[in-house]
């Protein structure tokens, strides 16, 4: 069951795989308290009618799920395979390493879809989502301004939470 | 469709998208197609070599599937996917090189409607969602060079007319749907050229394609895609055979650390007193044993109504795949019984999706 608009909903997950990234999700609106580190999936000024819960988030960066609510494209971005925020918002969100994918998307483009596009950096993840209704990306949480609008929130573990400060310092 | 009409098709899709791509490049990567004009329509390609030596057959070297596959987005609601397949472009068996097997086809030709977030409607010919296996069928994706007949033999590779396919969230894992009604016989008339057993010279071998029917099926994919579990259920006529044929088919998928099992199994009942009951199931294991490497072993099962004796098959393979869209693969296979549907003998083949 899917919460079009959710206050604030928080789910766990134990583990994924062998190395076991223990994330927290949290799924709010914009208004919601923000935490000051972890990585805030973002849309553009007009937010998706869509709800950004996980089974929703997995499938748009799957391309399970091309269009919202009202029949707007919704099109995911991610950041380079090699980014340690890729590769964690991979795990929490898709249960896979990004290297992981390749198979998965090999399948995928036997039937005319491919995967989302990779922009190269967090400020071109920040202007594509901007100007693009629909855009929906992530980046680090401090990274975040008033060009985009978060609609989500993943907790990270501490020593990728350290990462992230540093990347903001 | 004739050829040429085929590429018009494409050059009029090309100059109308065009004018819609966006301004975001994005670099070539194998196996993920060439953006012609921006996301907007995408062009790929997948070509299959084989190489076979078997038993009561003429030893034989095909380019066996050369495939153009294009698809592109037609407004935020519709996308359009085809793919043209030449077969047995060239063949050189013990009678010399030879081109007049070719047979360019429509493999897929639809266009998809986004109903809604996770449901769309597909009209147009695609393939039949009976199993994992023909969902997925190309050389390139798939570890052994001959195909299980339980993946094939019972019902049409292809199907023609409307087609309804979603997935939805089942706590973490999700269920995926299509449910399909055909009418191949009057929708398109080039189905009927490609053998319920292709290049293989038995007899009967009658063509592999539905006058009408309809089917569906319902998969269970958990998280991580790791585990599939799929039922597929079908009631249709085939082309020159008698008696409407009721198919349940069941398909199993698990994956970890690049280990791969994975199988399906049909039964297939004939509505006519007389009609025989056709039935089949194998088992395949993918072990990585480094490298790009996987050993490869396989045994199937099968019955097929129109000849007497069931068939036991085995093969055990080698495949390389440095990569996922790149395949180069050795298998011997050792068959009892109903020879003839597979002969014993060796196969191997190289195929990349481009």
Redesign the interface.
């Known amino acids: 069951m899917f919460l079009r608009h959710p206050a604030v909903t928080v789910l766990s997950r134990s583990s994924i795989g062998r190395d076991c990234l223990i994330l927290a999700f949290v799924v709010g609106t914009a208004g919601g308290a923000p935490a000051e580190d972890g990585i805030a999936v973002i849309t553009g000024p007009i937010r998706p009618a869509i709800a950004f819960n996980r089974a929703n988030l997995q499938d748009i960066f799957l391309k399970r799920i091309q269009v919202d609510d009202d029949g707007h494209p919704l099109q995911a971005l991610n950041l380079p395979a090699d980014d340690p925020l890729r590769e964690a918002f991979s795990i929490e969100v898709l249960g896979r390493r990004p290297g992981a994918m390749q198979r998965y998307w090999t399948e995928q483009y036997f039937h005319g879809v491919s995967p989302p596009f990779v922009v190269r950096s967090p400020e071109a993840m920040v202007r594509y989502v901007a100007e693009t209704r629909g855009a929906v990306g992530y980046l680090p949480q401090c990274q975040v301004d008033a060009r985009v609008q978060v609609v989500a929130h993943l907790s990270v573990p501490a020593d990728l939470a350290s990462r992230l400060r540093h990347v903001c310092e | 469709m004739p050829p040429r009409l085929s590429v018009l098709l494409a050059r009029g899709l090309s100059a109308t998208l065009l004018l819609a791509a966006?301004a975001?490049a994005?670099s070539y990567e194998l196996?993920?197609?060439y953006p012609i004009a921006g996301?907007k329509l995408?062009a790929?390609a997948y070509v299959s070599l084989r190489a076979d030596h078997l038993q009561g057959e003429n030893s034989r070297f095909a380019a066996q599937d050369v495939s153009l596959?294009l698809?592109g987005?037609l407004g935020?609601?519709w996308?359009f996917?085809s793919e043209i397949e030449l077969s047995n472009a060239l063949v050189y068996s013990g009678d010399g090189v030879k081109t007049t097997d070719a047979d360019l086809d429509f493999e897929r030709l639809y266009l998809d409607h986004?109903l809604?977030?996770?449901t769309a409607l597909r009209l147009g010919k695609f393939l039949t969602p009976v199993g994992r296996w023909n969902?997925?069928h190309?050389d390139?994706?798939v570890w052994t060079v001959s195909r299980p007949l339980t993946t094939t033999v019972a019902f049409a590779r292809n199907a023609s007319g409307a087609q309804i396919l979603g997935?939805w969230?089942w706590d973490?894992a999700?269920l995926n749907f299509s449910a399909y009604l055909d009418a191949s016989a009057r929708l398109d008339p080039s189905e009927g050229q490609e053998k319920t057993f292709p290049d293989l010279s038995l007899r009967p071998n009658p063509p592999n394609s539905f006058r009408e029917g309809g089917g569906a099926r319902l998969a269970y994919r958990n998280?991580?895609?790791s585990v599939e579990i799929g039922l597929s259920l079908a009631r249709y006529t085939l082309k020159d055979l008698p008696g409407s044929k009721s198919l349940l088919g069941a398909d199993l998928f698990y994956s970890h650390n690049n280990l791969e099992l994975s199988g399906e199994s049909i039964y297939r009942q004939d509505d006519r007193p007389e009609g025989r009951t056709e039935w089949g199931a194998f088992l395949q294991l993918a072990l990585p044993i480094g490298g790009g490497f996987h050993a490869i072993a396989e045994h199937e099962r099968y019955q097929a109504a129109l000849f007497p004796r069931p068939l036991d098959s085995t093969s055990l393979g080698l495949t390389w795949r440095p990569?996922?869209?790149l395949s180069v693969k050795l298998e011997r296979r050792v068959s009892r019984g109903e020879e003839a549907l597979a002969p014993s003998g060796w196969l191997c083949s190289f195929a990349i999706?481009l």
């Open positions: 966006p975001l994005e196996g993920q197609g996301p995408i790929s596959l698809h987005d935020p609601l996308h996917f986004n809604s977030t996770r969902l997925i190309a390139p994706l997935s969230p973490e999700s998280f991580d895609d990569r996922p869209p999706l």
